[in-house]
């Protein structure tokens, strides 16, 4: 660096300038020493100053600035990263209980092929319903209620029985026509009093589902059916569908 400066045109112009005045020659000369040796040491300080740059430099380390973007980059793949396992699990999580579901229908299915099975009869009535240990069907046509009870006797079965609640919605549910006859009329016992009794000679001493408009003294040849509604009617005659009930 300090040869090209020695060699600079204007610089040499000066030297001999100053060589080509007289008596202070010397003085002048020593005044362009002054500059070159002044040149040098700025240029060493520059080199000196480029040197230590280049030492930064030469580890790799980026500015704080230009490290920014990285850390945003950093953050949105992160985030993305969370999101993604996040999908999953929720998929995961959702086609595990539709596998579960299907499942569980397919064991219904099942389960009520098999009920429907077990109460079949030999005429392969499709009426024929499970619940619990016992077989239910359901008329489509209507008599009164001696006939109804002598129809389910042929199917080895009698007029349905209901005992408690669960079963008294059960039958609720099954009645899809409209008034059906159910096993419960009034008997003369042995006093020649009249008495509500079931058609399993058991007495109405339990649950009961009786219309409140309906008058509970018992009179002869009174017969219960069951409306839409779930609640207990009586009648002394007429025709209407009915229930039957055998145990399996």
């Avoid at 920014?68 to 999953?88: I, K, N, V």
């Avoid at 239910?136 to 029985?161: I, Q």
């Avoid at 009961?208 to 839409?228: F, G, H, R, S």
Wanted: glycine share 4%; charged share 25%.
């Amino acid at each position: 660096m300090s040869s090209n400066i020695y060699e600079d045109p204007n610089v040499t112009a000066s030297a001999r300038y100053s060589k080509g005045v007289g008596k202070d020659r010397r003085d002048r000369l020593e005044r362009v020493v002054d500059i070159y040796e002044s040149t040098d040491a700025f240029i060493d300080h520059r080199v000196d100053a480029s040197a230590r740059d280049g030492g930064a430099h030469s580890q790799n380390h980026f500015p704080p600035v230009q490290r920014y973007p990285f850390r945003a980059a950093t953050l949105c793949l992160a985030l993305l990263c969370f999101l993604l396992l996040l999908g999953m699990t929720f998929l995961s999580h959702f086609y595990s209980t539709l596998v579960l579901k299907n499942n569980q229908l397919i064991k219904d299915v099942e389960l009520k092929s098999q009920a429907d099975s077990e109460c079949e009869t030999d005429d392969n009535n499709s009426r024929w319903m499970k619940f619990k240990c016992h077989c239910y069907y359901t008329s489509t046509e209507m008599k009164t209620w001696a006939e109804s009870r002598e129809d389910c006797k042929e199917k080895g079965a009698d007029l349905v029985v209901i005992n408690n609640k669960m079963e008294q919605k059960y039958i609720h549910d099954l009645n899809k026509h409209g008034d059906s006859w159910i096993g419960l009329e009034v008997v003369t016992d042995g006093d020649w009093k009249q008495n509500w009794q079931w058609v399993d000679r058991s007495s109405l001493t339990g649950f009961t589902a009786w219309n409140k408009e309906v008058n509970l003294i018992p009179v002869k040849e009174t017969k219960v059916y069951i409306d839409l509604q779930g609640k207990w009617n009586n009648a002394s005659s007429g025709a209407k569908y009915w229930i039957c009930e055998r145990q399996i």
